[in-house]
């Protein structure tokens, strides 16, 4: 008689033709076991649960123009495309130094780059984010970097899985931090804000044109029922936009999550702190390119390579923005919005 205790539970029946919810896409998650589900996913322009797309991948190689031997900085690992990429094209002796500060992701980015075979020393992996940049190359490429990327966008590892509080799309913990085990949630943050630093917050962060309209109706909804949940944000939103249509209430929703998530993860200080580390980072004739994804990271990149190129930091800078191929935008949505500018040092 055969012992049913010893045979693996069934996983989980989910209602519909394909799942839903993140904890269900388990063969997304796998791609090593389920390569053919995986193509098709890809095949239908979407970013397979779990995984993400490196953007503009040739464009960015093209102006950073890596060498063998050359010593590489990729300032945000994320899944590693563009550090696949980067480590391969400096090789035979060149080396990538890449930072990342996220405690979840970055073990399983440096096991896969790891197991592409290439020598241990030609991959050093910092847990940081890039406003460290300067103090890890002081310790590991003190004469500067040939090559150096920074792409500014979050991973779809992060926002797809509810865990990270960073979507509107499913209901989870209202987090948004890129590293979870530092600084406050976005439910704290919310919870102590006051009105003229979120109305700041909505305005500066996200362009958002009802900035003070929502912030008063965010803080009066804290007073009654503290926001915890990421549906218990993007509901709120939506009560206070009635007479809007469904599309204009989801661009806002986008905007205001996008506006707390800069806030509590301090991007454009960071942002910030990187660009003021560039030139110090960078030997001369060295290349750098910066893949933004909003307006508020795209001026600041743009005035700092404009004032380095005006004061003789920089001897070149593009003079556009380069933008995703009408290809890629149409097989990998989440690049429509990504800026990529350049600099020669």
Same mark, same amino acid.
């Given at each position: 008689?055969?012992d049913?205790?010893?045979?693996?539970?069934?996983?989980?029946?989910?209602?519909?033709?394909n799942?839903?919810q993140?904890?269900q896409?388990?063969?997304?998650?796998?791609?090593?076991?389920?390569?053919?589900?995986?193509a098709?996913?890809?095949?239908?322009?979407?970013?397979?649960?779990?995984?993400?797309r490196?953007?503009?991948?040739a464009?960015?190689?093209?102006r950073?123009?890596?060498?063998?031997?050359d010593?590489?900085?990729?300032?945000?690992l994320?899944y590693?495309?563009?550090?696949r990429?980067?480590?391969?094209?400096?090789?035979?002796?060149?080396?990538?130094?890449?930072?990342?500060?996220?405690?979840?992701e970055l073990?399983?980015?440096e096991?896969?780059?790891?197991?592409?075979?290439?020598?241990?020393?030609?991959?050093?992996?910092?847990?940081? /984010?890039? +406003?460290g940049l300067?103090?890890?190359l *002081? !310790?590991h490429?003190p @004469?500067?970097a040939? $090559?150096l %990327? &920074?792409?500014?966008?979050?991973?779809?590892?992060?926002?797809?899985?509810p865990?990270?509080?960073f979507?509107?799309?499913?209901?989870?913990?209202?987090?948004?931090?890129?590293?979870?085990?530092?600084?406050?949630?976005?439910?704290?943050?919310?919870?102590?804000? /006051?009105? +003229?630093?979120?109305?700041?917050?909505? *305005? !500066?962060?996200?362009? @958002?044109?009802?900035? $003070?309209? %929502? &912030?008063?109706?965010?803080?009066?909804?804290q007073?009654?029922?503290?926001?915890?949940?990421?549906?218990?944000l993007?509901?709120?939103?939506r009560?206070?936009?009635?007479r809007?249509s469904?599309?204009?209430?989801?661009?806002?929703?986008?905007?205001?999550?996008?506006?707390?998530?800069?806030?509590?993860?301090?991007?454009f !200080?960071?942002?910030?702190?990187?660009?003021?580390?560039?030139?110090?980072?960078?030997k001369?004739?060295g290349?750098?390119?910066?893949?933004?994804?909003?307006?508020?990271?795209?001026?600041?990149?743009?005035?700092?390579?404009?004032?380095?190129?005006?004061?003789?930091?920089?001897s070149?800078?593009?003079?556009?923005?380069?933008?995703a191929?009408?290809?890629?935008?149409?097989s990998?949505?989440r690049?429509?919005?990504?800026?990529?500018?350049w600099?020669?040092?």
């Amino acid at each position: 008689m055969n012992d049913s205790s010893s045979k693996p539970p069934r996983r989980p029946r989910y209602q519909g033709k394909n799942p839903r919810q993140f904890d269900q896409k388990y063969k997304e998650r796998q791609p090593d076991r389920y390569s053919e589900d995986v193509a098709k996913i890809v095949a239908s322009g979407k970013t397979p649960a779990g995984t993400h797309r490196p953007i503009m991948v040739a464009e960015i190689i093209d102006r950073l123009r890596p060498r063998p031997g050359d010593t590489a900085v990729d300032c945000t690992l994320g899944y590693g495309g563009h550090s696949r990429e980067l480590l391969k094209a400096v090789q035979p002796g060149g080396r990538l130094i890449a930072l990342d500060a996220d405690p979840l992701e970055l073990p399983k980015t440096e096991q896969r780059l790891r197991a592409l075979g290439y020598p241990d020393e030609s991959l050093v992996i910092a847990r940081t /984010n890039f +406003a460290g940049l300067s103090r890890t190359l *002081a !310790e590991h490429a003190p @004469e500067g970097a040939d $090559v150096l %990327l &920074a792409d500014l966008g979050l991973s779809s590892m992060q926002i797809d899985d509810p865990a990270r509080g960073f979507s509107y799309k499913q209901d989870g913990p209202l987090d948004m931090r890129m590293n979870p085990q530092r600084g406050h949630s976005a439910a704290e943050w919310l919870s102590k804000v /006051n009105l +003229a630093t979120l109305v700041k917050a909505l *305005a !500066e962060n996200s362009d @958002e044109p009802q900035a $003070v309209m %929502l &912030a008063r109706v965010i803080l009066d909804a804290q007073s009654d029922h503290p926001l915890t949940t990421t549906l218990d944000l993007a509901e709120l939103i939506r009560r206070a936009l009635p007479r809007h249509s469904a599309d204009d209430v989801t661009a806002t929703i986008q905007r205001v999550f996008q506006a707390i998530r800069i806030a509590v993860n301090d991007e454009f !200080e960071v942002l910030d702190s990187l660009l003021r580390q560039l030139p110090q980072c960078v030997k001369p004739g060295g290349r750098i390119a910066i893949l933004t994804f909003h307006s508020g990271e795209d001026r600041r990149v743009k005035h700092a390579f404009k004032e380095g190129l005006a004061t003789g930091v920089y001897s070149r800078v593009s003079p556009d923005v380069i933008r995703a191929t009408f290809e890629e935008q149409r097989s990998n949505p989440r690049s429509s919005p990504a800026k990529l500018r350049w600099a020669v040092r």
